[in-house]
């Protein structure tokens, strides 16, 4: 599909584009240039409009500091100068940002539309949440305070669940905003000092080789986030970053300083463009894309993004109708499944495919017990369950514990295998028996990714 008023070589951009993101590779990053009220003809920013706010609360102190335009930072900063009450600080920055909760806009539908995994903001709004959320999908909200280390569990991301992580803090949690320019030095040791941590779901994602970053309107011309990007790894990917920025950004007096320090190993593109119609094109070419539907069902079958976790499921042959069942639930939920069914073809040896692929073509076993396995008296699914076993051996450690390979679960009454007493087991049967299983493998494939982004000892 042609997209008009783009030029050749930024269709074939575009395109490259909207292949890492459908790949499950890029991450969207979000400034607050593009938190804006819908349907707002001016596209005010939410944090100038609170800065208004924070001022116009201060009576006549506020109408006469020469801030403008409004800028937040500075507004929070003559807000505590003058009323010395931090939490009063707080709750109106609270207050304003519940009052915008359950809104969104078309450009933020737009991106919801598309597979990202994990959505970075750098403002505390709910307008990204929402979109996910009109478009069907499951999201996760996170959000860094650099006062204390955040309780929340999150899993791994998804197409169908993404996270959103906010970066600066969220309103819900007023503790965690930045607000003040204390609080941003504050902000800025903590995650240097990595006390406390961005949590591995993120780290893990940000640290890929295969990354790459989408900024819209996240303001580079502020000296502080070129410490923060150095800080989250975000430099030496094999795509570069680009960055879509107003014509504010362009006409700031550190607008070449700021696009001369991200060149070279540091590269990011900048590029000048109204968000809302990058936004329409990208779902116009990822639609595009979608309706060449896959013909064949080994293509079905790779439905989750390539870099998802496989399993091969064990199983005995009466159990074959539910767990065909089990594998579509999987992929539905973004774990890949291998089985003989699909993946086996006519005249290969039987025994050797299924030992090599456990040996070196997936990442979890799933042994599925049933009451015609447990009590069977032969079976090929022994041999599976013994080269699983004999792989589990030798995986790694994460943080002391042992990484998983093999996964029991249980469908229906029946004993567990003695080989499998060991091994913590799933029982499907119960109401969060899927979840379960797809939190253990998620969780696992997580631990693994952390691991590897980790630098490697020096002897």
Not at 77 to 90: A, F, K, M, N, S
Not at 137 to 148: A, D, E, H, L, T
Not at 157 to 162: I, K, L, Q
Request: charged share 25%; proline share 6%; net charge negative.
């Amino acid at each position: 599909m042609e997209q008009p008023g783009l030029s050749d070589t930024e269709r074939r951009e575009l395109r490259g584009l909207i292949e890492r993101i459908r790949n499950g590779d890029c991450v969207l990053v979000l400034g607050p240039r593009v938190a804006i009220r819908a349907n707002d003809p001016d596209r005010v920013p939410l944090d100038d409009l609170l800065a208004s706010e924070l001022l116009a609360s201060l009576g006549t102190q506020g109408s006469q500091a020469s801030l403008s335009p409004a800028y937040l930072r500075r507004a929070a900063d003559l807000h505590y100068g003058l009323r010395q009450d931090r939490e009063e600080l707080e709750l109106a920055v609270q207050d304003f940002y519940v009052r915008e909760a359950g809104s969104t806009t078309d450009f933020h539908r737009d991106l919801a539309h598309l597979p990202f995994r994990l959505c970075i903001s750098a403002s505390p709004d709910s307008l990204m949440l929402t979109a996910f959320k009109e478009a069907n999908k499951s999201p996760q909200k996170g959000y860094y305070s650099f006062r204390q280390a955040t309780p929340a569990r999150l899993s791994a991301p998804t197409p169908d669940r993404p996270l959103v992580y906010h970066l600066f803090g969220h309103h819900e949690d007023p503790r965690s905003l930045v607000l003040t320019e204390g609080d941003l030095i504050e902000f800025l040791v903590s995650i240097v000092r990595g006390a406390p941590p961005v949590p591995d779901e993120v780290r893990s994602i940000l640290a890929a080789h295969t990354a790459s970053f989408l900024f819209l309107g996240f303001g580079f011309h502020n000296w502080y986030l070129r410490v923060l990007l150095q800080v989250m790894n975000i430099y030496g990917h094999r795509s570069k970053a680009i960055a879509f920025e107003d014509k504010q950004f362009f006409e700031h007096p550190e607008h070449e300083q700021a696009v001369g320090f991200f060149s070279g190993d540091r590269l990011i593109d900048f590029r000048p463009l109204r968000w809302e119609v990058l936004a329409r094109h990208l779902r116009e070419a990822y639609d595009a894309g979608e309706t060449r539907k896959p013909t064949d069902a080994t293509s079905i079958r790779e439905s989750p993004f390539p870099s998802a976790p496989r399993a091969f499921v064990s199983y005995a042959s009466e159990d074959r109708e539910a767990v065909e069942k089990l594998a579509e639930n999987l992929e539905a939920r973004g774990i890949r499944v291998w089985q003989d069914k699909l993946d086996l073809r006519g005249g290969d040896d039987w025994n050797r495919v299924l030992l090599s692929v456990i040996a070196n073509r997936v990442d979890y076993v799933i042994v599925v017990q049933t009451p015609a396995m447990t009590t069977a008296v032969r079976g090929v699914f022994f041999r599976e369950i013994t080269a699983a076993l004999q792989r589990q051996e030798e995986m790694g450690e994460f943080e002391g514990q042992q990484l998983r390979f093999l996964v029991p679960v249980k469908i229906g009454a029946c004993g567990r295998l003695s080989t499998l007493n060991r091994f913590h087991e799933i029982d499907l049967g119960e109401p969060d028996g899927l979840d379960a299983l797809v939190k253990a493998i998620e969780e696992d494939w997580q631990r693994r990714a952390t691991l590897k982004s980790r630098p490697q000892a020096v002897a």
